[in-house]
Each structure stands twice: as C-alpha cells, then as structure tokens.
C-alpha cells in the first residue's frame, strides 16, 4: 500500500504547511512518516516521495543518508543508540557498548536473532555528565536512558520482549 | 561598462571586474591557484580547503573613511587564518599571497590530509597521466605522511553507476564536483552524497541509475580516478594517446572534440579511436558534450563497415574494384542524364554536399536532401548572424522552441537552452506534448495535432506571450517537426519566420530562426542547394538514383518498394544499409573520422574538423567519389583535397564568400582558460587550438530584406474518433546508422516502443510495460507500451529511426501481442 493511500489527510496536512514551489520542503515530515510504517524508509516510499515533491530519488536518499535518524535499511523492533563519543568514553561507554553486545550476542551495529533490537555506536547525544547514555529509537518514538549499565538495558529488553512496549 | 577592481596578487597587480572571485582573478593572471571543488563553470562551494591563501584588506579609519596609511603604504588588515580563494570576491586594494610559507604550509596540508583517505593507485588508475590529485601532489605535497594509519580507508573500488559511468569509492575526495555539476549545469540532480564525515559517499538512485544525458562530463572535471567511463576505463594510459581535433556528427550543435587514438596490438596493429573528449567552443558547446557525442562514436570503426566497391551480377552483389564501380556509376548516371536524381543525407560534409550539387547540376538532375525537417532556405535569410553566442541570452531576451523535443534532439541546445532561461530569459515552449524543457519554460502552449502553424500564428495575439516575443530584445526560435512529417515542418519554420519578421528580430546576432535538424550538417545541404522532396516515393519513380549517406528503405518500406521500381540504384554509404541492399553499385564511403572536411551546423556556424584515424580497408571519401564518377562524365570536379573543393564551393555560394580553411582555423582566447598542464581548474576538457569556426553570412544581416514566407493554410492529419493517430517523435537513442554499433547505449536505446493516453491504454486493455502489436503503413510491428498522460487522447507517440516504419502522421492500429 503506498503512503499516499495510507495517509492521504496527513501527506496533505504536511504539504499545506509549505509554499508550493517550494514543496521539496515537505521532504523531512515525510519521511519521518514514511519511517513510521517500518523503522526505515524503503525504496518504494523513497519513489513515492520523491514523485510527490518532484525532486529525484537520489535526493530523497541522499537526506536520509545525511541525518543520523533516518534510516535506509531494516533494523530491529528499537535502535538502542550508544554515545561512543571522547567523554562518554572516559565514562566506559566503550566498556559499556561491548559489554551489551556480548550479552545480546551481537557486534555493534548488528540486530538480534528475534529481531527485536539493534546495537548503534552513535557520535554526541549531548549528555556526557550521565554517561554511558543511550538513545531508544522505535515505534513509539525518541526516548534518553542516562546512567546506564548493562543489567539495566538488559532489563528494559526484557520488558521489551515480554510486553512488545517500551518502558521509559 | 563593468566596474573594474584592483588587487594585488603574488605582487604583481591585477585588474579584474568587480564579482571576480580570487582564484579567478589570479588564473587571469597567470597564477595558478589550486583547487579541487572549484569549478570555473560552477558557483564555489568551498568545501576542499586546497586554494586556501594568504588575503589582506587595506584597513579603514573608522571616523574619516579613508585607508589608513603606514610609511605612505596602505596598512593592510590580514586575515587571522588562510582564507579560500575560491569563496572569496576580490576588492580594490586587496593583497593576496598564494605561495607564502603559510600559504604553501596550508595547501600542503589539505593535500596531506586528502591522501590519509586516498588509495594512491596511480599505477592502475585510468586518470594517471592527467590527474590533478597526483600533479597537485607533486606541486604542493608533502614527500612523507605523517598520519600513522594501520588501516587505510577502504571502500568499493568498482560501483557502476549505470552502464556508462564508474566509480571508486576509495578513489574519491567528496569534492563534489559531479554532484553540483547534475544540479546546477545539467539540471538532472542524479548523484548526491550519503552519508557524512569519513563515509561520505557518492550515490545514485534513478532508474536508470545516473539517468542524465550529460553523464560523461562528470568524469572531465573528476580532478581524481573516482569517475570513469565504461568506454576508456582500462583501455589505455592517457599518454599513450594522439588527439585529432574534430566535430561531433550526432546532431546539428556541432559540438567540438577531439578524438584520442591509439595504435594497439589489441585491435590488430590498427589505429583506433579510445576515446571522445570535449573540445573548448564557449560559442557552441562551452566544456561539454551529451552521452550520445561521447559513446556512440563507434560505428566508425565497426567491424561490419563496407570494405569494397559492389556490383550486382546475376541478381547477387558482388566484390568489385573501383574502376569497375566507378565505371558502372557514371554510364548510368550518363545514360540518364536529368533523368537521374541526387538524394543526399546530412551526415556528408560541406565538400561531399557540394561535388554531389555540381554532379546533379551538371547531368542536369534534381539534387534532393533527405530528411523531415523543412525550412532551411528559410534558415538560410534569417537565420543566426555572426557573433552569436547562447551564452549572452538572458534577462529580457526570449527563446521560442517550437514542435521540438530539444533534449531528445540537440542535448546541448537543450542544457545551453535551459542556462538562458535559468539566467533570466523568457522560454516559450509550443508543442503538442510535454517534454523536459517545459520545466524551464516561462509559458508553455499546447496544441492540438493539426493545430501547430495556427497556435504559432496566434502566439503574437496573446497578451503576456505577444508582448514577450515583440519585445524581446533578443529572440531565438527553434522548430523541428516533433509529432509532424516534412510538410508540417515547413509550415512550422514558415510560422516560425513569420514571427521573427513582423517582430523585426532577424539580421543581428542573438536573433533568428535555427532548424534543429536530424543531422549534422543539414543546413549546409540547405546553403548548397539541396532541397527535400515532399513526395519522395513519387519523385524516385522511374529515376537512377544516387543515394549519398542516407537509408530511405530502411527508415520506411514505401520507399523501399519505390526504390524497387526505380530505375538503377547507386548508393555510397558506411555500411550495407537496406538501401544499399537494394542497389546496383555499393561505394563504400570512409568515415567522417578519416579525413577532412567542415560542416554547417544549425546555427549556421561553419566548423572543420580533421583526421583521427587511418581510411578504412578500400573506402574513399565521398567528395572523392562523386568527383571521379563527374570526371567520368567530363565534369571539373575536385578530388585532390577538401580544402580544394571549398575553395570552389566559396567561390560560388554566396553565405561562404570569404571563408578558407584558414580562417575557420582560428581561435581566439576563451575564458575559462582549460585544458592546459593545470588540468585541476576545468577538468580534462581540450583547449581549442584548431578552429572555432565562422558563421555564414545570412542573407538578412548583408541587408537583404527577407520576404514573409506563405503560411500552409491546411493543417496536418488529426486524430479521428475511433482510430489512433500515429505521430512521429525523435529519440535520442535509436537505432540509426551512426548509433546502433555502440555496445555501450544498448540498454538506453532499449526496444521500439509507442507512448500513448493512460486513457487510451485503458480503453484498449494495455498496461505500461506490456508489449502491443501494431499495424503501421500496412506492417505490423511488435512493441512496448508507454504511458504519457500529457499527450492528446487519439495520438500514439512513434519513435523514428527504431524500425518502425514512421515517416509521417498516419493511422495506426493497436492490438494485444500475440
């Protein structure tokens, strides 16, 4: 189904927004649609897009490639997003990422067997005071976990997997 | 009068107009600045950090204005950091250091920074030889690194990017350079960056991938081995090669290139063409060339080229030699004396055209031009004057394109077009259907098939359109014949000249009416006296017939069947055409890439080029051919040099009064300066050392008043209730003689296929994409099918020149594919 016949009173809320010639605007709420349905954008929604605002599929790409939350590729149910950064180092967050990893049974940047989650390395989230901090990314949208240790991601997994919501 | 600045560059001063950028103004200068982002055809980016510099501003006293003086010198205000020479414009009393120690500190810098993430594979790398990566390495880097790095950065090596264009990833600086290129000049934006930081990288995602016409020139300004095409890649270093100035023979443009040859073991001790480059020609094609220019140069050498003369014995052709060829040629041409007709094609130079007219002429036979653009003697009173330059057209100007799928026809008409629109000029586009300038156009008007020549003649009646045309300071108008057979294109141009006569833009540079022709030299055929024949199968019958660079059997059946109940059939060609299948004698003619000559282009510019390669097996040029069959029949045609037969040919045509080989091989100098050991600034592009041309005289600008040509007052067929109207559109790639040998255009001349109304597919049960079977000129032909929903309900779009046999509006029958 195309977004256009999923969403046709949102696609038209969001186009109403910007002049229309200058509707390649619209591009960003637009895809933040489009990642809604799956976690990522497709290369059918990226077509379909880029059709809407009449700009070039390799356009649409090109800004999902540029911003760090879109994404282009499948991931799991939640993004588990780990600031790797120099002062979150300093605070183990290096330690703290392999250390996650190995109890999920993933390298970084890789999505466990069920598919529920996936490990990211990521640059600057802008906490380094509660570091190590990550970043959940997934359907029900943007959430910071400050202070983390492994024992308490692994938990917030758990529930994860046991009630397919996310606990803040 | 622009306003002109004065600065100071590695001491030495400079005055240059105000908006000049720095590396600009030092390159005026002689001094090179390097650059790997920058562009001279291309706003700057900045993004490379290779030009940084040393810049200085005279300071200023706050209270009194005035430059504040130290031991009678101005006292220069620095910049605290190096500063891009590239990002900033020069002011009056600006002091620019580019080689100072801080200067040549910094640049070594960038450089070394650059080659932490570049693979240095000089050695295997296609660019090696002319690379500005390794020659700036040379100039400004360090001889050691001192990154430390175990791991080099890897990435893929061999992305195609589409079937035309490769990329390294590895190899790749991110300058961006192809990206802005799509965007800004080609205005196709196909390639972007992914990602950011480290793993940025270059991307297409069109369908085609890199679905732009303009594709190869991104691997000339490449400054690195990122970018490269599928024809050189690997094929041999770059300064293995010889160059030979010469034309692109695709279209009427006539753009500049320069052929690079090889002598390889590869190809059995033959000399062969490598590659195509663009040639400097800031009048006719700037740096640039289309895909179809610089990929589909390979009919000229194909293996299936004819070698020797052919006589037809007991109903079978067969080897002959020349005398016997030649011999045969002229008694029937003798024998038929006005009896005999000329039909001659575009592709022949100036010097072929005009033996050929002085044959016709002498036998007393009718010289005819094959082709579907009418016209041209209109062309020839009010067509371009010298000193016209697409470049200059902008704000308050207009350009008129009319029954004309530029892209599709002219690419680089198409790209200078859409400049001239996009610095400010009014584009008028009038056609049938959508095509990809309408984007670009101020106003586009639609008409009916049938209703082209009275849209055209309203156009002056309508407010805002009127007003744009009267009041152009300059005005251009294209035409051709999209959608419209012979007929409907001299209409077209007659309208077309209409508009330009009342409205008094003839005569002067900028202004007049340019045929896009299917050829690349038309116009000339035109200058020389060639004229098209309406009803070409009527005029064949009964004829002998001498068929120069032109296949009327193989582009439609009912000439075929009419060359069959002509008389004798002479044909001089490339190849064993379905015309030259049908004749008595075969001349095998060299290519345009293996000898000299000039063409007309339809700018009415005259151009030479000159020999790349070696004559093929025992082919002779085909002015030399038409001289020895006149000098069989007692005619004084020349057939010692080119040069020799335009001496004649200036000497009796009028528009060439004036011209020699001499004059058309002058040059003056351009800007951007390109092509020099400083291949960093404009790419790969070859400077033009050998001509740029000249253009005709044109009859209205030596003060001859031209007449209004008559309007047809009839139109063209239109499409009827309950039958499909056939119309014929140009395709950029088909499968004509000089296009079909390119392996490497295979897949973008793809199979026949018809465009028609969604509606219409609905109402005959066709899908997109799904194959049709259609009755055309009472032949059926398997295709695809197409949907355009900007085409009128009742027309099917036919391409030429794709074996379907469509040489005008005709009714056309659609049914399932069996």
Redesign the interface.
């Known amino acids: 189904m195309s977004l256009a016949e999923k969403y046709p009173e949102e696609i038209k809320r969001i186009l109403a927004k910007y002049p229309p010639e200058h509707k390649r605007s619209a591009l960003m709420p637009l895809l933040y649609l489009a990642q809604r349905e799956k976690g990522y954008v497709d290369?059918h929604a990226?077509?379909e897009i880029a059709e809407m605002l009449e700009?070039?599929?390799?356009?649409?790409?090109?800004m999902i490639?540029?911003y760090t939350l879109y994404h282009g590729e499948p991931a799991g149910k939640l993004r588990i997003q780990v600031c790797v950064d120099l002062p979150c180092a300093l605070r183990g967050a290096d330690k703290f990422l392999a250390d996650l990893c190995a109890n999920l049974g993933i390298e970084p940047g890789g999505t466990t067997a069920d598919g529920l989650v996936t490990v990211e390395p990521v640059m600057c989230l802008a906490a380094c005071d509660k570091a190590p901090v990550f970043q959940t990314q997934g359907p029900d949208g943007i959430a910071y976990h400050e202070n983390m240790t492994v024992e308490k991601t692994m938990q917030l997994v758990e529930a994860l997997r046991e009630s397919g919501k996310e606990v803040k | 009068m622009t306003e002109l600045v004065t600065l100071s560059i590695d001491g030495k001063q400079v005055t240059v107009p105000k908006g000049t950028l720095v590396v600009d103004a030092a390159k005026q200068a002689g001094i090179d600045i390097p650059v790997f982002c920058y562009h001279p055809k291309m706003e700057p980016a900045g993004m490379c950090r290779m030009c940084l510099v040393e810049l200085g501003r005279p300071m200023i006293d706050r209270a009194t204005g005035q430059p504040v003086l130290e031991n009678g010198q101005p006292k220069i205000q620095w910049a605290p950091k190096l500063e891009t020479a590239c990002t900033n414009v020069v002011s009056d009393g600006m002091v620019v250091l580019t080689r100072s120690e801080k200067a040549r500190a910094g640049q070594q810098e960038i450089l070394e920074f650059l080659l932490t993430s570049h693979p240095l594979d000089c050695p295997v790398c296609d660019k090696g030889g002319e690379c500005p990566l390794q020659n700036l390495t040379l100039d400004y880097g360090p001889g050691k690194s001192r990154f430390l790095y175990n791991e080099k950065h890897h990435a893929e090596k061999h992305v195609p990017l589409g079937e035309l264009i490769w990329l390294d990833r590895e190899r790749c600086i991110q300058c961006g350079r192809c990206v802005r290129f799509q965007r800004l000049v080609a205005g196709?934006?196909?390639?972007?960056?992914?990602?950011?930081g480290r793993d940025t990288e270059i991307?297409?995602?069109?369908?085609p991938a890199f679905d732009s016409i303009f594709s190869g020139n991104t691997t000339d300004i490449c400054p690195v081995g990122a970018l490269t095409t599928a024809d050189f890649r690997f094929g041999a270093r770059p300064w293995e090669l010889k160059s030979a100035a010469s034309l692109c023979a695709q279209c009427p443009v006539g753009c500049n290139i320069t052929f690079n040859t090889r002598r390889e073991a590869k190809s059995g001790g033959r000399v062969v063409i490598k590659r195509v480059m663009p040639r400097q020609n800031e009048e006719v094609n700037e740096i640039w060339i289309c895909d179809k220019g610089r990929f589909a140069y390979h009919f000229t050498e194909s293996e299936a080229r004819l070698r020797q003369p052919l006589i037809r014995r007991n109903g079978q052709l067969q080897p002959a030699s020349w005398e016997e060829a030649l011999d045969l040629a002229a008694a029937k041409l003798k024998a038929a004396g006005k009896d005999a007709l000329i039909l001659a094609g575009g592709r022949l130079s100036n010097e072929d055209l005009f033996n050929l007219k002085k044959l016709a002429d002498g036998l007393g036979a009718q010289s005819v031009l094959y082709t579907h653009v009418g016209g041209g003697d209109l062309v020839t009173q009010i067509g371009l004057a010298s000193g016209t330059n697409l470049a200059d057209l902008g704000k308050g100007d207009t350009i008129l394109v009319a029954a004309c799928d530029l892209y599709e026809e002219a690419p680089i008409w198409w790209l200078r077009v859409k400049q001239a629109a996009d610095r400010g000029a009014t584009l008028i586009v009038v056609n049938a259907r959508a095509t990809r300038l309408d984007k670009h156009a101020g106003y586009v008007v639609r008409y009916a098939p049938g209703d082209e020549t009275v849209t055209l003649q309203g156009l002056l009646k309508q407010d805002k359109i009127g007003a744009a045309i009267r009041e152009a300071g300059n005005l251009l108008v294209f035409y051709a014949a999209d959608g419209l057979d012979l007929n409907g294109s001299t209409s077209v141009a007659a309208a077309c000249a209409n508009l330009l006569i009342e409205t008094g833009h003839f005569g002067r540079p900028n202004n007049g009416l340019i045929g896009v022709w299917p050829h690349a030299n038309d116009q000339g055929a035109w200058e020389i006296g060639f004229r098209p024949e309406a009803d070409l199968a009527a005029a064949l019958k009964g004829k002998t017939v001498y068929i120069a660079a032109a296949d009327p059997a193989g582009d439609d059946p009912r000439l075929a069947k009419a060359l069959q109940d002509a008389g004798t059939v002479i044909v001089q060609e490339l190849f064993q055409t379905a015309t030259a299948s049908l004749a008595e004698v075969v001349l095998p003619a060299a290519a345009y890439t293996e000898r000299e000559g000039t063409f007309t282009s339809g700018e009415r510019r005259v151009q030479r080029y000159y020999p790349a390669v070696p004559r093929w097996a025992e082919t002779k040029a085909d002015y030399v051919i038409t001289a020895e069959i006149g000098q069989r029949l007692g005619l004084d045609l020349e057939a010692g040099a080119p040069a020799l037969v335009f001496n004649r040919l200036t000497a009796e045509i009028t528009a060439f009064a004036g011209l020699s080989y001499r004059k058309l091989a002058e040059v003056r100098p351009q800007w951007p300066i390109v092509g020099r050991a400083d291949l960093y600034y404009g790419g790969t592009t070859y400077e033009n050392k050998q001509g740029l041309g000249v253009h005709l005289a044109a009859a209205a600008s030596a003060g001859e008043s031209p007449h209004l040509p008559e309007v047809r007052k009839g139109s063209g067929p239109r499409p009827q209730e309950d039958a499909l109207l056939a119309v014929p559109v140009t395709k950029l790639y088909d499968l004509g003689v000089t296009v079909r040998s390119s392996v490497l255009l295979e897949a973008r001349i793809g199979l026949p296929a018809i465009t028609i109304h969604p509606l219409t597919a609905e109402k005959m049960g066709l899908k997109a994409g799904e194959k049709a079977m259609i009755g055309l000129g009472g032949h059926e032909n398997e295709v695809l099918v197409k949907l355009d929903e900007t085409i009128p309900a009742g027309v099917a779009l036919v391409p030429r020149s794709m074996g379907l046999p469509v040489s005008a509006p005709a009714p056309l029958s659609v049914g399932k594919a069996k």
């Open positions: 290369n990226m077509n700009i070039t599929p390799t356009e649409v790409a090109a490639g540029f | 196709e934006p196909v390639l972007a960056f992914d990602e950011r991307i297409t995602n069109s369908e």
